[in-house]
């Protein structure tokens, strides 16, 4: 398997992202080049940025996020032209009272992470994006939960204190979150500021910040899924199937749906899966998505 270039602006240990990518969980050193790169991303300038709304920005308080409008400008007549932008004082005072403060698609806001999540996704030729999230000393993060995606979270400030599945599950999972623990191998992790956790698509996970606050970033990357892939290949064979199903005999349409059968299955396998793979992962680059929730 290739080594997956694109993560070596994290790390120099992208060897290591390559050997577990999809499969375990795995910890590793970030390059010193990439933590001086955002040393200006603190929770003062995060606050600050003047079209901050939700669903960008959310709050969370021992595990639970909040509702929108517990942390927006209300709608009153001295709020016109403000309602729904995030209400500063009403954040200040959360962050205050040891609520975590998440930030979704910081990418497309602060430059350098902008550039990191850019060359991650031309790399790998799936989406990329990132998060920032901010827990005060001794408070935790979201309750355990899975995510969809890949998660590359790197500690740029404090230390956080993660329970992690192992391994990603091998049977049916869904993302979002868990009523209690995965019931599975678990692992316990701090990372400290230059550290990076790496977690495969749904590997149940939570997290606290210790005696000081935390500050981390979490690249988030989504590959095209199996059944896009399928359902591409479904499209582009079923053009060359030319038997209609609804021609004929009524008492001829098992013998005609065997034909179709036939003819999809032979132009499968004349498909360039290479080809439609490129036009999957071509499409999923293309198409945005809205923060996780």
């Given at each position: ?13 992208d060897?290591?992202?390559?050997a ?37 920005v ?15 400008i ?8 403000h ?6 004082a ?7 009272d040891?609520a975590?403060?998440?930030?979704y698609q910081a ?6 992470l ?7 996704s031309?790399?790998?030729?799936a989406?990329?994006?990132?998060t ?15 995510d ?12 956080k ?14 993302s ?20 990076a ?19 981390h ?12 892939l ?5 499209e ?10 609804a021609a ?28 439609v793979?490129?036009m999957?992962?071509?499409?999923a680059?293309?198409?945005?998505w809205?923060?996780?929730?």
């Amino acid at each position: 398997m290739a080594t997956l270039r694109g993560f070596d602006l994290l790390t120099t240990e992208d060897s290591m992202i390559d050997a577990a990518w999809g499969s375990r969980t795995s910890p590793m050193a970030v390059a010193p080049s990439f933590l001086a790169s955002i040393d200006q991303i603190t929770i003062d300038r995060l606050l600050e940025e003047r079209s901050l709304r939700p669903p960008y920005v959310s709050f969370a308080r021992e595990g639970r996020q909040l509702p929108d409008h517990e942390v927006t400008i209300g709608g009153t007549p001295s709020a016109a032209g403000h309602s729904g932008l995030l209400d500063r004082a009403k954040a200040r005072s959360l962050v205050a009272d040891g609520a975590t403060v998440m930030f979704y698609q910081a990418h497309h806001w602060i430059d350098s992470l902008g550039t990191i999540a850019e060359r991650i996704s031309s790399a790998l030729r799936a989406r990329c994006g990132a998060t920032v999230f901010h827990t005060p000393a001794d408070s935790p993060g979201l309750a355990w939960h899975r995510d969809a995606q890949h998660v590359f979270a790197v500690q740029l400030a404090g230390a956080k204190e993660w329970r992690v599945e192992r391994n990603a599950p091998s049977g049916w999972w869904s993302s979002g979150a868990l009523v209690e623990g995965p019931g599975t191998d678990v692992g316990h992790v701090i990372l400290r500021c230059g550290e990076a956790l790496y977690m495969p698509p749904g590997v149940a996970h939570t997290a606290r910040a210790t005696d000081e606050p935390s500050t981390h970033v979490s690249f988030v990357v989504e590959e095209p899924e199996t059944k896009d892939l399928l359902l591409a290949m479904f499209e582009r064979a079923a053009q060359g199937v030319r038997t209609r199903l609804a021609a004929g005999p009524v008492a001829e349409r098992s013998a005609r749906a065997a034909t179709i059968a036939r003819e999809f299955v032979s132009a499968v396998r004349e498909l360039d899966t290479g080809e439609v793979l490129r036009m999957v992962e071509e499409d999923a680059m293309e198409t945005g998505w809205p923060p996780s929730r």
